[in-house]
């Protein structure tokens, strides 16, 4: 139970962990155990040089940690434990965010105290951190947008990818958006094939059709939103249309270009090059129709290497480095109970 981890004398010993995204920002409270207490969602924090970026910046990772404590409080009253209403102070906090740079760390050791440490990362560190537990090896982002984040037995690192969606984004979600769109929008035309993406889309958006979406593409929707017209793509593949799993094999094979270009850019102690690839991010949701072709790529460039499924969504990887960072050892059975309680907290 909560309060069994909560007395008095524990209030002080938590952690944080953070995962900013372009769409969301999600904060885990966690114990110096592992033990997953609560998540609190907030808005995006990135593309902090747009104007308002600070200030939206500040909101998410602000509002995040509130939320995830206000539920703390919550499933503790339940129990009869009355908490504080302002958080005790952190051992260590985490922050992997997407775009993070200087700026941006500037700003969240602003707002976040700890006792010992506020880390702030590139959100590719922390889903490597998540998918392979600090094991060598390459990591690609298929979320909002998408980068590759290779790191060696020695710390070294390289990136590819982390453009944006005007410059680059291949195999993201936006990037499916865009592609899922022009498919349509020709086949509405008959300048392409037939689609299931025609109606798939604009249900997607909870519009009537492509007319009405288009519409609310070009007046109020939002990068988010526009990025998460991409589940359209997996649905409409779900029901066999030709054209979605084709661009899901596209995003792919994108993805993987980014995972090899990362590798080929730092050294190895294996002469053959990594032998761990893992994936995250909502694009890698649907499911074979991506990682297959994924997997393909990777393992015909390099016949020795194995795809695995990440062990942690990436706010876990934000966590392990906040236990580190306050004193604790990421034994098996640290991560393991990380591995029984953030699911449940992320869901609820």
Not at 58 to 80: I, P, S
Not at 167 to 184: K, N, P, R, T, V
Not at 248 to 277: T, Y
Request: contains cysteine; glycine residues 12%; aromatic residues 4%.
């Amino acid at each position: 139970m909560m309060s069994d981890v909560l007395e008095s004398e524990k209030w002080s010993g938590l952690v944080a962990a953070t995962d900013g995204g372009q769409t969301k920002t999600v904060t885990v409270l966690a114990d110096l155990t592992g033990r997953c207490l609560a998540a609190g969602w907030a808005g995006p924090a990135n593309h902090i040089n747009e104007p308002g970026g600070p200030d939206r910046c500040r909101r998410a990772v602000r509002g995040a940690l509130a939320a995830a404590w206000q539920k703390v409080q919550g499933e503790l009253a339940k129990q009869g434990v009355a908490l504080p209403d302002q958080l005790p102070p952190l051992v260590a906090a985490a922050y992997g965010m997407s775009g993070g740079n200087a700026a941006m760390a500037e700003i969240i050791r602003s707002e976040i105290h700890a006792e010992r440490d506020v880390i702030v990362v590139h959100d590719s560190r922390t889903a490597w951190q998540a998918s392979l537990c600090g094991r060598p090896g390459v990591v690609v982002i298929g979320g909002t947008g998408s980068v590759g984040l290779a790191r060696n037995a020695s710390g070294q690192e390289a990136t590819s990818g982390g453009w944006g969606h005007l410059m680059g984004d291949e195999g993201s979600a936006s990037w499916l958006a865009y592609q899922a769109l022009s498919a349509a929008t020709r086949a509405c035309d008959g300048r392409g094939p037939a689609t299931l993406l025609v109606d798939e889309l604009p249900a997607a958006a909870g519009k009537k059709d492509l007319h009405e979406l288009h519409a609310w593409i070009y007046g109020e929707a939002t990068r988010p939103q526009y990025a998460g017209l991409a589940v359209a793509v997996g649905r409409a593949a779900a029901r066999g249309d030709e054209v979605a799993i084709g661009l899901l094999a596209a995003a792919g094979e994108h993805l993987a270009d980014l995972a090899l270009a990362a590798a080929r850019a730092i050294s190895w102690e294996d002469s053959q090059g990594p032998r761990l690839f893992s994936y995250v991010g909502g694009v890698f949701r649907a499911g074979e129709p991506v990682i297959g072709p994924f997997t393909r790529r990777i393992t015909t460039a390099l016949p020795g290497a194995r795809v695995v499924a990440p062990r942690f969504h990436p706010v876990g990887g934000a966590l392990l480095l906040a236990l580190e960072a306050a004193g604790v050892s990421l034994t098996e059975p640290v991560l393991r109970r990380i591995e029984e309680t953030l699911p449940a907290v992320l869901e609820s």
